[in-house]
């Protein structure tokens, strides 16, 4: 029998490829969804449907995720992964960075559960992780917009988690630490670029997207009646 349809945000690089890799790997047929169309075809990986869509753009993901059901049936699992940090101080950045952010981060995954979840609340089952991190929990320099987008992934995963928990639905929230992908080169502020690398070789170095595309995957794996709230996860020598 196969395996329930995967739907991964931001998967053309970084956490969101990495876990592309490893619901391939576990033999799931996949909804990949980015802009960047030619980065996911490049996988080649089998079973597997890529997008070219906006997270912004609510019709787009939602007519994208229909397209897939179509060819392989219902959500299994969505992964909202496509988030941007854009790094700086308040009274010096350009307002549309936090806006960005704002639309991507927030907005973007919104618009993923909202594509999922009446279906999901019908079946009684399924399971929405969102990608948020531990700029989720605690606040740091240069972070403000950046931790607002985060605290309120973690505040809206809960919200829905409690709403939805009496119908089989599961919500996780999987918070890393740093983790070596492209994230930071978005960041317009060199300095502010500089002094995150250099703090992040001071520490050893960041974890890689497979291991936290491995936590992903611990939280879907679980029992139907068990539901992993949160996964927080960093370098052992990140300290805060
Ligand atoms: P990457 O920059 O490598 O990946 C980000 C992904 O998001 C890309 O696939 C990008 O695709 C996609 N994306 C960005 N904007 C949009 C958009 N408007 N519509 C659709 N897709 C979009 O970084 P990461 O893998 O690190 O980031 C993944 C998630 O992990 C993010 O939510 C990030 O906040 C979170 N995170 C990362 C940490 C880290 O240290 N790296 C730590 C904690 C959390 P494309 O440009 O092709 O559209």
Request: glycine content about 10%; some cysteine.
């Amino acid at each position: 029998m196969s395996k329930p349809l995967v739907v991964i945000t931001g998967a053309s690089s970084g956490i969101g490829a990495a876990t592309a890799q490893a619901f391939s790997a576990a033999g799931h047929p996949l909804l990949l969804l980015s802009r960047r169309l030619d980065r996911m075809e490049q996988f080649g990986l089998p079973e597997t449907l890529c997008i070219g869509v906006d997270v912004t753009d609510t019709a787009a993901v939602k007519a994208a995720i229909e397209q897939a059901e179509t060819q392989y049936g219902p959500v299994g699992c969505l992964v909202n992964n496509a988030g941007v940090m854009l790094l700086g101080q308040v009274d010096v950045q350009d307002p549309a960075e936090w806006q960005t952010m704002l639309n991507v981060n927030v907005m973007g995954v919104l618009n993923g559960i909202h594509a999922v979840l009446a279906g999901m609340k019908q079946r009684g089952a399924g399971t929405i992780v969102n990608i948020s991190s531990v700029a989720g929990r605690k606040t740091f320099p240069d972070h403000a917009a950046y931790c607002a987008t985060k605290f309120a992934v973690h505040a809206l995963t809960e919200n829905i988690r409690e709403e939805v928990s009496g119908t089989g639905v599961r919500l996780a929230v999987i918070a890393p630490g740093v983790v070596e992908t492209e994230l930071l080169s978005h960041t317009t502020d060199e300095g502010i670029k500089a002094g995150y690398q250099e703090w992040k070789q001071d520490i050893g170095g960041a974890i890689g997207p497979e291991v936290v595309a491995d936590a992903i995957m611990f939280a879907y794996n679980q029992p139907p009646n068990v539901c992993i709230r949160e996964i927080v996860l960093a370098p052992t020598s990140q300290q805060a």
